[in-house]
């Protein structure tokens, strides 16, 4: 059973870099399960997608987010990471990493974050 894990700061100031790592167990982010996403809930707002990275390392940002996004992955250590750079309070939300899209699915319970000064 895969199952991921958010990690990352829970208050980020306005104008600074947001960074989320996500922590996978029981498979390997290298294997073709699916593909690894963030994915994120404003509050009262529905589920947004992000992005995700394939097990290939191929990329794929959702075209209506702005630039100063990036997902990457450190396989050495089984994880994969967003970040989100020039934040505003617009961005607070409670964000999620999921594998989706393929034959296994799996949520991560989600982490709370806030863009506040």
């Known amino acids: 059973q895969v199952q991921l894990q958010e990690s990352g700061p829970g208050l980020v100031k306005p104008s600074q870099t947001l960074s989320l790592t996500c922590t996978v167990s029981?498979?390997?982010?290298?294997?073709?399960?699916?593909?690894w996403s963030w994915i994120r809930q404003p509050p009262g707002k529905g589920l947004e997608w992000i992005g995700y990275?394939?097990?290939?390392?191929?990329?794929y940002y959702s075209p209506s987010l702005r630039s100063g996004l990036s997902i990457s992955r450190d396989t050495s250590k089984n994880q994969f990471t967003l970040q989100l750079s020039s934040v505003t309070p617009e961005d607070t939300a409670v964000y999620y990493c999921?594998?989706?899209?393929?034959?296994?699915?799996?949520w991560g319970q989600g982490t709370q974050v806030t863009v506040s000064s």
């Open positions: 029981g498979g390997s982010i290298t294997a073709n399960y699916g593909y």
């Open positions: 990275i394939a097990y290939t390392g191929r990329t």
């Open positions: 999921a594998l989706i899209g393929g034959r296994l699915t799996s």
